[in-house]
């Protein structure tokens, strides 16, 4: 089945290095893309978005890239920070729009200090 | 933030009774969602309502109904609640606005443990 998912479950870098996070996913189709950060204890909150027209989006330390070729997407994030700890979800809305976000299962980003 | 609130919770509860989580958000969105966050599984989509009194399934629905009779406010109700609904529930809005915009606004989500 159609699916989205991350290739690591957990991520370590150091404070002020760059992470880097991966999302696969197989639907083809999907056209949207976001990205979501959950801290301990809270629910996830938006970060970024992509749509398929482009190939790359960037916001505050944050950038996305998609790779439609290979079905990837990236969220890269700019000199870390202790703040940026958190579980990162990528989701999908597949073509055609509709009201259903696909999320996959989360890379926890771990930054040591 | 939007205001979105959940509530209750915390709750334990006993296998076979009734149990119904309280969405509301004050931010006048169209639509509402419930997810359920499991290990290993991450978010997945148990119903969701585009308006008033218009609801739909998602991925994980069996065991649950919701109800949704004001913009404000949707409910997730468990008729009779089975160990593998323990889980932390979350519950999103979001506006219409433009199309296919992704970005959900989540409560702080309800932990349900089901003894």
């Known amino acids: 089945g159609e699916s989205v998912g991350l290739h690591l479950p957990t991520l370590s870098v150091q404070e002020g290095d760059n992470s880097i996070i991966n999302c696969a996913y197989s639907?083809?189709?999907?056209?949207?893309f976001i990205w979501y950060k959950q801290e301990s204890g809270k629910g996830p909150q938006f970060i970024i978005d992509?749509?398929?027209?482009?190939d790359k989006r960037q916001g505050q330390r944050v950038t996305v890239l998609l790779n439609k070729t290979v079905k990837h997407l990236s969220l890269q994030i700019a000199a870390t920070q202790p703040g940026d700890s958190a579980v990162y979800f990528c989701a999908e809305i597949p073509g055609g729009g509709g009201n259903k976000l696909t999320f996959g299962t989360g890379t926890q980003l771990k930054v040591e200090l | 933030d939007a205001g979105i609130t959940q509530s209750p919770r915390h709750k334990v509860t006993e296998t076979g009774t009734p149990v119904t989580l309280r969405c509301h958000q004050t931010e006048n969105h169209r639509y509402m969602y419930w997810y359920r966050q499991d290990p290993g599984h991450g978010l997945r989509l148990i119903h969701y309502?585009?308006?008033?009194?218009?609801?739909d399934k998602g991925e994980v629905s069996d065991g649950y109904s919701v109800s949704r009779s004001k913009t404000e406010d949707f409910l997730l109700t468990l008729e009779s609640a089975t160990s593998s609904q323990t889980s932390v529930y979350f519950c999103?809005?979001?506006?219409?606005?433009?199309?296919?915009?992704?970005?959900?606004?989540f409560g702080e989500g309800s932990r349900l443990t089901v003894l």
């Open positions: 992509i749509r398929s027209n482009m």
């Open positions: 639907n083809s189709a999907s056209d949207y």
């Open positions: 999103a809005s979001r506006t219409s606005g433009s199309a296919n915009t992704g970005e959900l606004f």
């Open positions: 309502s585009y308006g008033v009194k218009d609801t």
